[in-house]
């Protein structure tokens, strides 16, 4: 859905360019709107999939009273900068506010599994980038490079704010 939704606008996008209805500069933000869009979509289904196998990720505020952990996707270059073009790749990095554990375990496949919020994310970012990176038969949403991320390639997936604190 989203491979076909992204064509359909890449095409009414390009024929604003292509009749000059719109300027460079409009035309760059509207292309970065898109990835937003497409990223935000990709998120949601992916966050309600772990949310309802594993619960919301909390963590603890400096009070030490329970609060959720919050996510964000970072665009980082020509994303960042809502300067993306036809060609372009989008350049991201995933954060988190606060380790700790989603509150309770859920069944999965006869055993009751917890996982941190470390683990949380980095699987929510994988089921982003399968949704907006994999070539299907309807090709990609988007080329994702991470090599822009703090430790590049070597690092993880995944940051908490505490971690690039350090």
């Known amino acids: 859905m989203l491979r076909r939704f992204r064509k359909r606008e890449m095409v009414r996008i ?19 709107n898109l990835a937003d869009v497409c990223l935000t979509g990709a998120y949601e289904v992916g966050f ?17 009273h329970p609060q959720p952990s919050e996510f964000a996707i970072l665009g980082l270059g020509k994303l ?13 990095m995933f954060l988190y506010t606060c380790d700790g554990r989603p509150p309770t375990a859920r069944a999965v496949r006869g055993t009751h599994q917890r996982i941190t919020n470390h683990e949380f994310y980095t699987r929510l970012a994988r089921l982003i980038l399968k949704a907006i990176h994999d070539i299907t038969a309807d090709g990609n949403v988007y080329r994702v490079d991470l090599r822009l991320r703090p430790d590049g390639r070597g690092g993880p997936l995944v940051n908490s704010l505490a971690h690039l604190e350090v």
Do not use: C, K
């Open 14 to 32: 390009g024929l604003r360019d292509l009749t000059r209805q719109g300027d460079l500069v409009e035309t760059t933000e509207d292309l970065s």
């Open 80 to 92: 960042g900068g809502q300067e993306l073009n036809f060609s372009s790749d989008i350049d991201l």
């Open 48 to 64: 309600q999939e772990l949310a309802g196998r594993y619960g919301r990720p909390m963590g603890v505020d400096d009070s030490g």
